[in-house]
């Protein structure tokens, strides 16, 4: 059998959150639904005066206020403006009538974990990249089955192309039989092209880029189609007269080193002829782990000091499960905070040795809060465990006592 190519596929959840929670209320499906409220907008059932039947009453998206933002949103949300990242009061005046749901984080790791453990029954070699998208290489599974066909074909690459289509439909199929839900996924010889592939046929789409179709599928698209370039690049890119991945391609690379760097540069050009050497990584050790949350209403320390202990003992105390759960102590702790005139300020502390308990990780963080200027409303607080070492910690104990108690607030926070 000649040598065959790499195959690498990304798959990739449709919707992932709001498909949960339709698996949860499916009288939502077909309906315009954003994920991201609170606990108030949680459904409550409600008696139908003219027919005696009990149903979920839904909060709506009109008429909210608050500094919320939308983790994610159903196709048909999405239809009429709304997006990821979104404020939510902004998109309310795209989607009034849309459903308004609260997040529910637990939910959601239960189905990553699900549809993850479903994928390892046929392909085990597969990168984690998230709680909603993994990388897989299926050379080796590829190259198994097209060993076990017992006659041999009149065009290889051909049948390499048909197999893996095949074996990239066992996979969702393994994946709505362990979840219910739809992903998408691309095949391609790089995790660069599989990743595009996987995005362009949502929902429920199944996409081959092979090295052959680089020009004809890639360089007609955006260069914002290609994992890497943001807006900030894009926008450069844009100035100098480049909006397609094929216009990228055609550029000097020694003129985009001049532009973006040495490093930037080169990758840029690889990328835009569609190379892309990096192999898929089953295990990597994160750097951080943290925990953070964007308050309805801009907090002030004096004034909603009761409030915010309470949220602050919370977000130390779900990191440290987080820690306890992945295994992980951290050698240094820290803090994020976002002002109401949107200026953000961490600092960090350095442990003498790792921690992994709530009631540490509060003290080391009331330490960080001590060095900031707290005088202006907050509208964000986060809490981070960094220089992350492996840890066989038993399970989470309770968490500590509040920190935003004592003292006045102008110039640090009372541990």
């Given amino acids: 059998m000649p040598e065959l190519p790499r195959l ?10 709001a498909s949960v929670e339709l698996l949860r209320y499916p009288e939502l499906r077909g309906l315009p639904v954003v994920i991201g409220g609170g606990s108030r907008h949680q459904p409550v059932w409600e008696v139908d005066a003219a027919t005696g039947e009990r149903r979920r009453r839904f909060a709506r998206l009109g008429g909210y206020t608050g500094r919320g933002v939308a983790t994610t949103a ?19 005046l795209r989607a009034p009538d849309a459903v308004l749901l609260p997040v529910d984080f637990d939910q959601y790791r239960r189905y990553s974990r699900l549809f993850k453990a479903a994928v390892r029954t046929i392909a085990p070699t597969v990168e984690d990249r998230g709680i909603d998208e993994i990388y897989i290489d299926l050379t080796e599974v590829v190259a198994g089955r097209l060993a076990d066909a017992a006659d041999p074909v009149a065009d290889p690459a051909a049948e390499f192309w048909w197999c893996a289509r095949e074996l990239a439909r066992d996979i969702k199929q393994v994946v709505r039989e362990a979840t219910g839900l ?7 010889p790089n995790k660069l092209l ?3 592939a996987s995005e362009l046929d949502k929902p429920d789409g199944l996409t081959v880029i092979a090295a052959a179709d680089v020009e004809a599928r890639l360089w007609p698209l955006s260069v914002r189609r290609i994992n890497g370039i943001g807006p900030k690049a894009a926008a450069k890119l844009a100035r100098l007269g480049i909006a397609t991945i094929g216009e990228l391609a055609a550029a000097d690379p020694a003129w985009l080193v001049q532009q973006f760097g040495a490093g930037s540069g080169r990758w840029m050009h690889a990328a835009a002829h569609g190379r892309d050497e ?23 320390a004096v004034r909603d000091r009761a409030a915010l202990s309470a949220i602050f003992t919370e977000l130390c105390r779900q990191l440290a499960e987080d820690l306890r759960r992945k295994r992980y102590a951290g050698r240094s702790i820290g803090i994020k905070l976002r002002f109401d005139d949107f200026r953000t300020v961490t600092r960090d502390s350095r442990l003498p040795s790792p921690i992994d308990d709530a009631a540490a990780i509060r003290r080391a963080a009331g330490r960080c809060l001590k060095r900031v200027d ?8 986060g809490v981070r465990a960094g220089a992350l070492v492996p840890s066989d910690a038993p399970p989470p104990r309770d968490a500590a006592p509040q920190l935003f108690d004592r003292g006045r607030h102008g110039g640090g926070a009372e541990a």
């Fill in 374 to 381: 707290l005088s202006r409303r907050l509208r964000l607080l």
């Fill in 8 to 17: 690498i596929a990304h798959l990739d959840m449709d919707a992932f959150y």
């Fill in 182 to 188: 739809a992903c998408s996924i691309g095949l391609a």
């Fill in 74 to 92: 159903t196709y048909e949300a999405r239809a009429l403006g709304v997006n990821s990242a979104m404020g939510l009061m902004r998109a309310a």
């Fill in 194 to 196: 599989a990743k595009i």
């Fill in 278 to 300: 990096r192999p898929v990584v089953t295990e990597s050790e994160p750097k951080s782990i943290s925990r953070e949350t964007t308050f309805e209403r801009d907090l002030h």
